[in-house]
Nanobody, 111 residues
Framework: VQLQASGGGLVQAGGSLRFSCVAS????????MGWFRQAPGKERDFVAG????????YYADSVKGRFTISRDNAKNTLYLQMNSLRTEDTAVYYC?????RGQGTLVTVSS
C-alpha cells in the first residue's frame, strides 16, 4: 500500500490549498478514505472522511464548511480542498486508509 500526498506549503491566513493523494497497491474504490492531521506537539486528529463511492463525506467540526474531501476512483486519487485557512490549521496532513497513512504533507498557515 502506498499513499503519496502532495500539495502542502506555506499560505497566508484566509488562503486556500488543495491536497492530492495518489493511492496504489490496493483497490482504491473499495475503501473508505480519510485525512488526518497532526499539529506540532499535539496528537493526530481526524479531519475528513469519504465513503467508497464518494457520495458521503464526514468532517471534524473545526473544518466543517471550509474543507472539502473528494475522490476520483478512476484516478485512484483522494483530494482535500482547504479554504479560509487559519493559523490553527498548521499541521502535517496525512492521507489515510484505515490505520495506514502516507508520509504526510506539511501546511503552514501564517497570520
Amino acid at each position: 500500500v502506498q499513499l503519496q500526498a502532495s500539495g502542502g506549503g506555506l499560505v497566508q491566513a484566509g488562503g486556500s490549498l488543495r491536497f492530492s493523494c495518489v493511492a496504489s497497491g490496493f483497490t482504491f474504490r473499495t475503501y473508505v478514505m480519510g485525512w488526518f492531521r497532526q499539529a506540532p506537539g499535539k496528537e493526530r486528529d481526524f479531519v475528513a472522511g469519504i465513503t467508497r463511492s464518494g457520495n458521503s463525506q464526514y468532517y471534524a467540526d473545526s473544518v466543517k464548511g471550509r474543507f472539502t474531501i473528494s475522490r476520483d476512483n478512476a484516478k485512484n486519487t483522494l483530494y482535500l480542498q482547504m479554504n479560509s485557512l487559519r493559523t490553527e490549521d498548521t499541521a502535517v496532513y496525512y492521507c489515510t486508509k484505515g490505520s495506514i497513512r502516507g508520509q504526510g504533507t506539511l501546511v503552514t498557515v501564517s497570520s
